[in-house]
């Protein structure tokens, strides 16, 4: 028998998350409570007491229990350490939870523990907003109450019913996994989709599984995640726009990691400059004063570019180079020294090739490997010679 744990606040909350826990049984699954309350001691006992979560990091409420911040951090802290261990063992197969702003961020701190494809789904009044801080790079299912987590009612009990359906769904829903093929993930853009198009089924003919990241801060944390877990076998990062906006304050920013995770795992490796000419923003009514005067392109009503200037490049390029330094041997740049993305080609709007002579100048003081292919990144040439060397490195070449 599956069993779904149901975490939340007791404290608090404990008639709601009895309610789904007894739907969740009458639909043949086994339950495990968790309580992750900050305040009174619950008066339904759970399966597993917040004591328990706290002793797993060597923790106790008790001297800071006037801060209600504070307890919420911890507990969330405590929470991700157990819920882990529940998975891996095979005491739980899915989690569901229900909260507000404080439960939110406790469950879905251990949440975002758990492994992708782990079902996870959280019930929140915060759902409809910004959730990317609650969701971080993993699968977490994000469901408006409606109505305030605040009693049961005829809105919440057809909500909560409805949740109660969506995870043992979940559960039920076998997932076919081919063969095992080692992974290799892949940086793709708008702007640089037909040089992945092209390189995707040369890797998958030599036998990998490929994952393609979309390059919007997210998908290149996420990728950078995956990467670390120790999942994947080879990077073929044809993408590194994100370096871009993390310059310029652009939206679409992966953080200053972005690079590390490849080096640090030792794999083998294929770097581009792809869409280092862009930084992204909002509708052009955001766009920050400093950016007005600039070179613009509206990609679309909701996502205007930015051109990268000479000097902007040059400090991309030495970011890049500094970042491929700390790889091992198995790394190679590549450069299309004739345009970078769809829009940097000559005749397109974001061509500049004093700005491309400064980010390939740049990238040319790194210790290791550069390949420079007179082409565009989305040429069949450059994206064939891509997937080739990653191939080679992959093969100990």
Do not use: W
């Amino acid at each position: 028998m599956k069993t779904i744990a149901v975490l939340g606040t007791y404290d608090t909350k404990a008639d709601e998350l009895e309610f789904v826990a007894q739907k969740i049984r009458d639909q043949g699954f086994a339950v495990l409570t968790i309580d992750v309350g900050t305040g009174e001691r619950p008066r339904i006992p759970p399966d597993v007491t917040r004591d328990e979560l706290l002793a797993s990091i060597d923790a106790d409420l008790k001297p800071i229990a006037g801060d209600r911040g504070a307890c919420v951090a911890l507990m969330g802290r405590a929470a991700a350490a157990v819920l882990p261990s529940l998975a891996a063992d095979g005491r739980i197969d899915a989690v569901l939870s229900l909260g507000g702003g404080g439960g939110t961020s406790i469950a879905t701190a251990a949440m975002r523990a758990l492994p992708i494809g782990f079902p996870k789904l959280m019930v929140s009044t915060v759902a409809s907003g910004d959730t990317s801080a609650y969701i971080g790079t993993k699968d977490i299912v994000m469901m408006p109450s409606v109505v305030d987590v605040a009693g049961l009612n005829r809105i919440s009990q057809l909500v909560f019913t409805r949740a109660v359906g969506a995870i043992c769904g979940m559960v039920q829903a076998e997932v076919e996994s081919e063969a095992a093929k080692p992974i290799i993930v892949a940086s793709m853009f708008g702007n640089t989709t037909k040089c992945i198009e092209i390189a995707k089924p040369i890797l998958e003919n030599a036998g990998y599984e490929v994952l393609v990241f979309h390059a919007t801060g997210i998908g290149g944390r996420a990728m950078e995640d995956l990467i670390a877990s120790g999942m994947v076998a080879g990077v073929l990062d044809i993408t590194t726009t994100e370096l871009a906006d993390e310059l310029l304050g652009g939206i679409m920013s992966a953080g200053p990691n972005r690079l590390e995770a490849a080096g640090t795992a030792g794999l083998p490796t294929v770097i581009a400059p792809g869409c280092l000419d862009m930084a992204n923003f909002g509708p052009r009514s955001t766009l920050p004063d400093r950016y007005r005067s600039r070179l613009i392109y509206e990609h679309n009503p909701d996502n205007t570019l930015v051109r990268t200037t000479a000097e902007e490049s040059a400090r991309l390029g030495r970011t890049l180079a500094e970042q491929v330094d700390r790889y091992g041997d198995n790394v190679t740049v590549m450069i299309p020294t004739r345009a970078i993305s769809v829009i940097s080609a000559p005749g397109q709007p974001f061509h500049d090739p004093v700005a491309d002579a400064a980010l390939f100048e740049a990238i040319a003081k790194t210790q290791k490997p550069i390949v420079r292919i007179e082409c565009e990144i989305n040429d069949n040439a450059f994206a064939s010679a891509a997937a080739s060397e990653l191939l080679r490195l992959l093969a100990g070449g």
